[in-house]
């Protein structure tokens, strides 16, 4: 995957170099996983780098905090400036940022309360998530035989480290099985996400996605599929997905800030639809790309832009 490094990053409400970002192996976050993080992509438009619904992400980062009684010293509007001013100094026309907020070096043992809050911001510019031919000709993807965390664990609307464990499981799998990607199931056997995405699919000319009972994290990119699917007159709806309905879907694809909008055309070795980037799927394609790099007007303060 391509990937190219940047010189700054905000800590702590400074710049320092990328190099010098590093912390103690006894921080409670490596230790205990209370990392709270958020991506967010950044793309070039026509008036410079506009970062896509970027107060949505903080706000998911400041609310996954809140459930884990991690106090923030900073509000959403510092965090917003952070971003933008990052993008800046680091000369970057498009790129993906990555807030992050932990308990940091201070205390042993698991009680977190004594340790710091440690909250930076990095950003590199990263190209296609699931490779570069996947936006058009569409991954392979598994069913996991890992389950998504169950309710009453790990909070899924949380963006925590700890749940990732649960991600890597299910994308080592898929990955060693000769898969791009693996979709889990929830604890009762219905669809719930990707190790990183969420999950769509159409059925019948409408478009599906599981509800947030389904132990999923509420992507921005399943938001604004939603959104663009009503601007087009399309019926979308969130529901229970049986695991089945996968595989007799007519187009599936993935939405999430770093996979974007990308088609599956199999899953288990089933061809989906046609095995090829089913019409619908290209059709959101389209609007999400020309929305989010400014060349089609978006809905209220969906692009940050970052010279203004
Ligand atoms: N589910 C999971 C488990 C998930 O990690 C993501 C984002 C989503 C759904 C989609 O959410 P959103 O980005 O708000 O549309 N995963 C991020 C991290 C990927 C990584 O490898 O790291 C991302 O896409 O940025």
Not at 72 to 91: F, H, Q, S
Not at 215 to 241: F, H, K, N, W, Y
Not at 243 to 260: K, N, P, Q, S
Request: aromatic share 10%.
């Amino acid at each position: 995957m391509q990937q190219q490094l940047t010189r700054y990053i905000w800590h702590n409400g400074e710049f320092i170099a990328w190099d010098d970002a590093k912390v103690h192996v006894m921080a409670h976050g490596l230790n205990y996983a209370s990392v709270v993080f958020e991506g967010i992509r950044c793309y070039a438009t026509p008036r410079g780098p506009a970062i896509f619904r970027l107060r949505e992400h903080l706000e998911r980062l400041l609310r996954s905090c809140h459930i884990y009684r991690m106090e923030v010293p900073y509000t959403l509007e510092d965090l917003v400036a952070a971003c933008k001013e990052l993008v800046r100094r680091n000369e970057v026309s498009e790129c993906y940022i990555r807030p992050l907020v932990f308990r940091g070096y201070g205390a042993f043992g698991v009680n977190p309360f004594p340790c710091p809050i440690e909250t930076y911001i990095a950003c590199w510019v990263w190209g296609r998530y699931l490779g570069e031919e996947a936006l058009e000709e569409g991954v392979d993807a598994c069913v996991s035989t890992w389950a998504r965390i169950a309710p009453n664990t790990l909070p899924a609307l949380a963006k925590v480290a700890a749940n990732y464990m649960n991600s890597q499981l299910i994308k080592m799998e898929a990955i060693v099985n000769g898969f791009a990607e693996g979709i889990a199931l929830d604890i009762y056997g219905n669809v719930s996400e990707g190790s990183g995405q969420n999950v769509f699919l159409v059925l019948n000319g409408k478009v599906l996605t599981p509800s947030l009972s389904s132990s999923i994290l509420p992507g921005i990119t399943r938001d604004t599929v939603l959104r663009i699917c009503q601007m087009l007159g399309l019926e979308a709806q969130e529901t229970t997905i049986p695991r089945e309905m996968l595989y007799i879907a007519d187009e599936v694809f993935f939405a999430g800030t770093a996979a974007e909008i990308t088609p599956v055309r199999s899953i288990d070795r089933i061809r989906i639809g046609t095995g090829r980037r089913g019409p619908i799927t290209k059709r959101l394609q389209e609007e999400f790309f020309a929305i989010a790099t400014g060349r089609k007007e978006a809905p209220g303060d969906w692009l940050t832009y970052v010279e203004e």
